[in-house]
């Protein structure tokens, strides 16, 4: 059996007299090769002495001598194919010609001198095809008739995935990744392919000229089993040692079921099957299939309603619990109008309309594939502005190992608007927080003040009294007992905490102040004041809560 690089390769080979059967079997790797079995007869001997002008040795002139040449069989194709019959009875030497058109190739070949099947290559069953048992999201099982040389011992299956391509032999998958790999490297200067022969036991010599030199005492060959093999086996060169490497089996042994894992969701893998005789070095390839694996279960599409307030809730899982999946939502929207713009607005609103604090929600928005906005969400207010397209896909992602450490639900509240005649998003104020005056601070009445924008809006205030037993040292309450929930709006007050609203526009956004005297409370209470910047797109914003308390005594 000789296993060799070949571009255009001859091997040649003589029989005995009183062999009656011969077996050629070539088995090329990925690419398709040509080759021909034809037999020769010399008619004269070379010879016993040349000219002394003559530059060719003995053997030489004897071949290119007069004689005659008759082609007993030819293939062409990538598949492992053989010529069996009886020996030509004129014929002084076989010649077994290769040639691979597309590209350097390897190939193996084999002689077999006898009667009956050199039992080299396992067998392959009358359906050699290999079946799809099923098909997941990241597995997929095989099945396939068993081969009738597994009952011997030594013999085995081998599975092989990839992505690429099915392979029609052991050889070629093994080559598939290294000529990949070097698909990548520089061309090396002024260099060929090489075209090497590897010792591996082999009965078959190449076309040279050093043919008729006297063997060696460690190369005499001896006849085994009716097939030609050398009793010595020299180191290959390296690139054949990194060939010879056996690719990786995901399922190696006797049974004829694989389940393949590990695989990647919607992804088309093609999967060879390969009966190896581990004792011959040899393989017999199965008919590969591919097959698709399913795509990831994705949460369906919600769509948003023109100005509709959606309140989107994510499941919480018990502290320290391993989550199994990041848990994420879909939803879309299509803006009103020719210029095809809007505003999405989100605010998380913790656990219940809690505190969100350490709980992080990643918000993505694209539109045909294209990613316009992707950030955290986290206790401030976030506003996109949508532009250009005619719909928008919004994803709520909330990572699974951040929903296991929470251990609470999520809440968040997002709005959907199309605004017409606008550029941009709308501008929000520098600061959120509430100012107070210590001095203004009467039984009756309080001064607020806080930061506007240059754009004229609708500021509303709401009050709500606290109960009486907070302290009485004219401080505010802790702001864990007092504050108002920030996914509370102004649709969710009572009117009668409403106390006043005004308009207000200042075009310098550093002395965008506006205040406003409130009136009407009850000395020594205790009182929460809210102010809200009413908008017409997007959701209403929300000062942090201050708690004043209005003095006893005036």
Known sequence: MADINVRVKGLYFTLKKKAV?????????????????????????????????????????????PGSEDKIYSYTGNAMDNYTGPPHAAASIYVLRLRSK????????YLHVGPGTSGAFPQLPADPRVHILGVGMTSVTLSWEPSPSLARKGYDYCVLVNPHHNYPSMCAAREGPRKDREADKPPRRGGGA?????????????????????????????????????????????????????PPCVCRGAENV??????????QYYFDVFAVDAANGTSAAYTGTFARTHEEARPAVAPLREGELRWV???GD??????????????????????????????????????????????????????LSSQALGEELVQVWLHGSSSYLVHLERDAA???????????????????????????PSTLQIKSFKRLRGCRSVTLAWMGTEERSL???YRRMLPPEGPGDGTAPTAAATATAPCLGPESRPDTEQVLCKYFQELNPRRAVTTAVIGGLEPGRAYVFDVYLMRRWGIAVKYVSKTIRTRREC
């Open 318 to 371: 018990a502290p320290g619990a391993a989550a199994a999946h990041t848990e994420e939502q879909l939803f879309s929207f299509r803006p009103r109008g020719w210029q095809q713009n809007g505003l999405l607005t989100l605010q998380s609103c913790g656990s219940g309309g809690g505190s969100s604090k350490g709980q992080r929600v990643k918000v993505t928005v694209s539109t045909k594939g294209r990613v």
């Open 21 to 65: 059967m011969m077996a050629v079997t070539v088995s090329p790797c990925d690419a398709p090769l040509e080759w021909s079995l034809t037999s020769r007869t010399i008619k004269d001997r070379p010879l016993k002495s040349l000219p002394w002008s003559s530059k060719k040795s003995v053997p030489e002139v004897w071949w290119r001598g």
């Open 459 to 461: 500021y509303c205030v």
């Open 102 to 109: 597309e590209e350097d190739t390897r190939a193996e070949v």
């Open 313 to 315: 809730t994510f499941r």
């Open 194 to 246: 090489r075209k090497d022969v590897q010792g591996k036991g082999t009965g078959l010599w190449p076309l040279t000229k050093d043919l008729w030199r006297a063997p060696q005492p460690q190369q005499q060959q001896s006849q085994r089993k009716g097939s030609y093999r050398r009793e010595t086996r020299p180191d290959p060169p390296p690139a054949l040692r990194d060939a010879d490497a056996a």
């Open 402 to 428: 951040a929903a296991a450490a929470g251990g609470e639900g999520l809440r968040l509240k997002m709005q959907t608007s199309s605004a017409y005649h606008r550029m941009g998003a709308p501008s929000l």
């Open 258 to 267: 694989c389940t393949v894992s590990e695989l990647l969701p919607e992804v």
